[in-house]
């Protein structure tokens, strides 16, 4: 089982930049894959990292401008967030899924941080 904690949220201008974290708690993080989704209010998940961190996917909406990343000697996920935009603005949750790549059956999830992203 794991405990997963955001943080890193904020209020910052367009075109700014943001690191989210994602602080796992349990054990094997490193058996799982871990994602990035947002809520605002419809759902979206916006990258993805397979459990080795050797493969990653992102929503069209972001590419080019997030990237994620994990530290498994940490047990933690991060979100680098640059050249953000208002429509960036939601929830932000990480989440892991015990297939260990990119299925879209998450097992555990986090409280969320709010992202704002002003004009």
């Known amino acids: 089982q794991l405990h997963l904690v955001e943080s890193g949220g904020g209020l910052v201008q367009a075109g700014g930049s943001l690191r989210l974290s994602c602080a796992a708690s349990?054990?094997?993080?490193?058996?799982?894959?871990m994602a990035w989704f947002r809520r605002s209010p419809g759902e979206e998940r916006v990258a993805a990292i397979t459990?080795?961190?050797?493969?990653?996917r992102y929503a069209d909406s972001v590419t080019g401008r997030f990237t994620i990343s994990r530290d498994n000697a940490k047990n933690t996920l991060y979100l680098q967030m640059n050249s953000l935009k208002p429509e960036d603005t939601a929830v932000y949750y990480c989440?892991?899924?015990?297939?260990?790549?990119?299925?879209?059956?998450?097992?555990?999830w986090g409280q969320g941080t709010h992202v704002a992203v002003s004009s």
């Open positions: 459990r080795s961190g050797d493969s990653t």
């Open positions: 989440a892991a899924t015990a297939d260990g790549g990119f299925a879209y059956k998450y097992d555990y």
């Open positions: 349990g054990r094997f993080f490193d058996t799982y894959g």
